[in-house]
């Protein structure tokens, strides 16, 4: 007796079929259909998956819902490699008081001039503390939004309602999430707390992806990192940028530490002025500008930041112990590598710096943290101990090894291009670097002693 009117499927290629068959009508197997009813809880499981979760080729995915949308502000757009992508989420971290609430109002108020309707929720200021600061910098579109509140909750009813395109959220340490309508707490501690900061951002993700609002978020932390706020933030996000500087000088550095769309080599610099961030086309006229030259402790390196190469002034101060313990103090450079480089100075070119305090900074408030200023600091703080002052053309550049022994750097082509270009013809530089731009004299040394010696810095012994 043929079976009929149930459906069946066949438990080789999964197709059903309205009759029972001998054979699979499709892919030909005998004695695989079974009656729908009688397959196990586990097939009817595998029914109810939903397919869009599958594994799909990565060549087919479509990509072009990740395309980055410019703000119009330079800079920004520039570190971003092109713009805000919709649906992303970005923290900008930085010291308080270093311009991260001013470089988005900027943004915003770019965005918003170019027609499209954005939020500020400002947890921190007032609207009218808001308002007064938007005026310094320029006209308020009326498309740009002030939500002055701290609850993630009338957030989220307010991107629903207003469906901006770009909401900024300042700060994510401000926010927090209260207890639902039914009382019940969904985290808990101050605003700020770890706890809070998560479970906030956690939300205000959620709301990006389902919206495809572009999202910012501001989070403080202090010098060392140490806030765990933001930190703990940095894997929840698609981008991680880094707002730098000095509050008492006006360059600004912005960077990408992280940045799902994009490379995360580019340098954003601005300049603070009495009407907000403006973007510095020569770094040189701030980093060196104020400089002295010919007086001992001071030289300059080509330092490389990302893709761009700033030259910067080194200084050391080297002066009798004031303590019964000798003082090192860094301000811009490693302290670790301070301490490194004065070692080897004792050791392999008998300066004595060893019972003395010595000082050493990167002027204009920029932060130099690779190897291949090392030499250049040995060179600034030879040239404070000795009182001999070095060239006024004289850049440096090359890592020194614990050996005395000075070693290549990265992207020499460009630092020695830069140096030529701000005037410095003369670099010192690892014996082994190939040849550079002709204006540019090559002092090769092999040794931090030889460095020191062919510019008069040796001690006399
Ligand atoms: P702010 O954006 O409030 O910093 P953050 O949000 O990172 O805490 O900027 C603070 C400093 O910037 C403040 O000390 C004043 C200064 N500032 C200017 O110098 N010029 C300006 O046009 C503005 C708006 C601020
Ligand atoms: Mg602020």
């Known amino acids: 007796m043929a079976k009929t009117a149930k459906r ?23 004695n695989t259909l079974v009656e729908e ?15 869009s979760s599958m594994p799909l080729p990565l060549s087919s995915v479509d990509v072009s819902e990740a395309a980055a ?30 311009g991260k609430s001013t470089l988005l109002l900027q943004v915003l108020a770019a965005r918003a001039a170019a027609g499209h309707r954005v939020l500020l929720v400002s947890a921190e200021e007032s609207a009218h503390q808001v308002r007064l600061r938007a005026e310094r910098l320029g006209p308020i579109p009326p498309g740009l939004l002030i939500l ?68 910012v978020l501001v989070g403080h932390v202090t010098k060392d990192g140490s806030l765990a706020g933001p930190r703990a933030l940095e894997h929840m996000v698609d981008t991680v940028l880094s707002f730098e500087g000095d509050r008492h000088h ?24 009495d009407q907000g961030l403006n973007r510095v086309d020569d770094p040189g006229r701030l980093l060196l500008g104020d400089r ?35 003082k090192r103090s860094v301000v811009g450079l490693d302290s670790g590598r301070l301490v490194m480089t004065l070692a080897v100075l004792v050791r392999h070119a008998e300066l004595p710096v060893l019972a003395t305090d010595v000082f050493a900074s990167v002027a ?15 060179l600034a703080v030879a040239s404070a101990a000795t009182g001999v002052a070095l060239p006024a053309d004289l850049a440096a550049v090359g890592e020194v090894g614990l050996a005395g022994e000075v070693r290549q750097v990265t992207n020499l082509p460009r630092r020695l291009e ?44």
């Open 8 to 30: 069946h499927r066949c438990i080789d290629c999964g197709s059903t079929t309205a009759r029972w068959a001998g054979r699979c009508p499709t892919c030909g197997e005998w």
């Open 37 to 51: 009813a009688q397959l196990g809880p586990l097939v009817q499981a595998v029914d109810a998956l939903d397919l």
């Open 69 to 98: 949308v410019p703000t119009g502000v330079e800079e920004f757009d520039r570190v971003l490699s092109g713009g805000l992508v919709p649906g992303s989420v970005t923290l900008l971290g930085g010291e308080p008081g270093i």
């Open 148 to 215: 002055p509140v701290t609850d993630v909750g009338t957030v989220i009813n307010a991107v629903v309602e207003a469906e901006p395109d770009l909401v900024v959220i300042d700060s994510i340490q401000a926010v927090s999430i209260g207890p639902t309508a039914l009382g019940e707490r969904r985290a808990t501690g101050v605003p700020g707390s770890v706890t809070q900061v998560r479970e906030c951002a956690d939300q205000l993700v959620g709301l990006a992806k389902s919206r495809q609002v572009a999202t």
């Open 250 to 273: 006006a360059l600004r550095l912005l960077l990408a530490v992280k940045h799902r769309f994009g490379p995360t080599g580019e340098l954003g610099l601005f300049e603070m002025g």
């Open 292 to 326: 002295l030259t010919g007086v001992p402790g001071g030289v300059v390196l080509p330092a490389v930041q990302g893709r761009r190469t700033l030259m910067v002034e080194l200084q050391a101060l080297v002066t009798p112990m004031g303590q019964a313990q000798p």
């Open 364 to 378: 204009g408030g920029i932060r130099v943290i690779e190897p291949a200023a090392d030499l250049a600091v040995a």
């Open 418 to 461: 830069e140096s030529a270009r701000l005037g410095f013809n003369r670099v010192v530089v690892p014996a082994s670097s190939p040849e550079g731009p002709s204006e540019v004299e090559l002092v090769r040394v092999n040794t931090v002693a030889e460095a020191v010696s062919r510019f008069g810095c040796a001690p006399d012994l």
